[in-house]
């Protein structure tokens, strides 16, 4: 299994990113997936999820800012983070839940930064 997340960087307060992770060695269209995010210091804490269904979940603290959506000819799960605040900086990892397993990518970093 492989989870191959990119689309970090920097950006300025306010601004937007999208994120990308795309799977492999998992049937996608019965996979949850999801994002989750660790900042210095911090315990890794979800941001959001999909299920294979297509419902969501998201943190409170990204509610209305950030949509998770997933293609599934690409095998392909997005984050979209609009407004971005100094707050959301960390190292965002991707997640699949396949058969009650859970797999990590390799993390992409967030900087939001004047």
């Known amino acids: 299994v492989q989870l191959q997340a990119s689309g970090g960087g920097l950006v300025q307060p306010g601004g937007s990113l999208r994120l990308s992770c795309a799977a492999s060695?998992?049937?996608?269209?019965?996979?949850?997936m999801g994002w989750y995010r660790q900042a210095p210091g911090k315990q890794r804490e979800l941001v959001a999820v999909m299920s294979s269904g297509g419902s969501s979940n998201y943190a409170d603290s990204v509610k209305g800012r950030f949509t998770i959506s997933r293609d599934r000819p690409k095998n392909t799960v997005y984050l979209q983070m609009n407004s971005l605040r100094p707050e959301d900086t960390a190292v965002y990892y991707c997640n699949a839940i396949y058969r009650f397993v859970g797999y990590w990518g390799q993390g992409t970093q967030v900087t939001v930064s004047s």
């Open positions: 060695g998992i049937i996608f269209s019965t996979s949850d």
